[in-house]
């Protein structure tokens, strides 16, 4: 039986994705943190990316590497710490992974990367090019930054898949990246101020499934989308309110009065709070540069079939009419 190794593999993404392996596979998880609740007979590393004696520790026996492990949330007490984790720990992984000769390398990277300043394409694609000068910050740099070097390494020879999923929603244990974190917000709020922007939603339980027929079926050297379903803000927030039976007075705001609430929000949360904000001036940029998406390539190479994004809604949700309140969110951490 193969042994596949996942980083990050305790986090959002990770976790589902350890779920979908363990049916066919034997495990390794690379982790700070150990998994909350994992299939049986999964190998625990305890131990950052940047270690390399727990990376080959974790790479004993393994013949592909999921590498999930990343530094998500846009906001980080020390900014250089995207870099450190997200950039030099993706090379950290490449270089041991090409040392213990694995045969398959799959890099997760992100759809925020094509985000740039002025595209011109009406819908994003695998095809869309971006150069770091665009990056809208220190977290989108960083994966550009990890994303460029695990395709040099598939042009010098270790067979490296790309995959870029967009925002992944779903059932969490706890574990709130970003999407939910975002989703979770609006539905404690009676007053929703929003910056109408399209989101591109797809279920975390699809994105696992299409890493590993990314991992199978996907071309050395190729980016893969793994999204669902485009929807505006000024769609889902309706509809996140019928689906949990809470009314809310919901207001559009300028992009410029976004960005400007984020700047305050973020240079509050450098100087006093220590603490992630609600929002960060990365995260508003990207917003208003966003697009469709097209996941096409993903269907048609891969097989990739995302569900109907609703139920994953529900999953976040919770029961329909339960309330949610701000003090269910844990806005400190954002796990890979």
């Given at each position: 039986m193969k042994?596949?190794?996942?980083?990050?593999?305790?986090?959002f993404i990770g976790a589902h994705l350890v779920s979908q392996l363990a049916q066919e596979r034997r495990v390794c998880v690379l982790d700070v943190h150990p998994p909350v609740s994992a299939p049986e007979g999964i190998r625990y590393v305890r131990g950052s990316v940047l270690d390399r004696t727990a990376v080959h520790a974790a790479l004993e026996g393994v013949d592909e590497v999921y590498h999930l492990a990343a530094l998500s949330g846009m906001w980080m007490p020390n900014k250089a710490d995207f870099?450190?984790?997200n950039y030099a720990g993706t090379q950290m992984v490449i270089e041991a992974a090409r040392e213990r000769g694995v045969t398959r390398f799959l890099h997760c990277s992100t759809g925020a990367l094509l985000f740039g300043r002025s595209r011109r394409e009406s819908v994003i694609t695998e095809a869309t090019a971006t150069s770091l000068d665009e990056m809208p910050g220190a977290y989108t740099r960083s994966k550009l930054l990890a994303e460029q070097s695990a395709l040099q390494a598939a042009a010098a020879g270790l067979p490296v898949v790309i995959a870029s999923p967009t925002m992944?929603?779903?059932p969490h244990n706890g574990s709130l990246t970003p999407p939910n974190q975002m989703l979770l917000r609006f539905l404690a709020q009676r007053l929703q101020l929003y910056l109408d922007f399209t989101i591109n939603l797809?279920?975390?339980?699809d994105v696992a499934a299409g890493l590993v027929l990314a991992m199978h079926r996907g071309q050395v050297g190729?980016?893969?989308?793994?999204?669902g379903e485009d929807i505006s803000l000024s769609k889902l927030l309706p509809l996140m309110g019928s689906i949990s039976g809470r009314?809310?007075?919901?207001?559009?705001?300028?992009?410029?009065?976004?960005?400007?609430a984020a700047v305050l929000m973020e240079f509050c949360a450098d100087h006093v709070t220590h603490r992630l904000p609600e929002a960060t001036l990365e995260a508003v940029r990207i917003a208003v540069r966003s697009k469709p998406m097209s996941i096409d390539k993903s269907r048609r190479e891969l097989g990739y079939a995302p569900r109907p994004i609703e139920q994953?809604?529900?999953d976040v949700i919770g029961t329909v009419g339960t309330p949610v309140s701000s003090a269910q969110i844990d806005v400190s951490s954002s796990p890979c």
């Open positions: 042994q596949a190794l996942v980083t990050g593999g305790s986090g870099q450190a984790v992944p929603i779903g797809v279920d975390v339980r190729q980016r893969y989308i793994l999204g009314q809310a007075l919901r207001i559009p705001i300028p992009g410029a009065v976004a960005q400007t994953a809604l529900r």
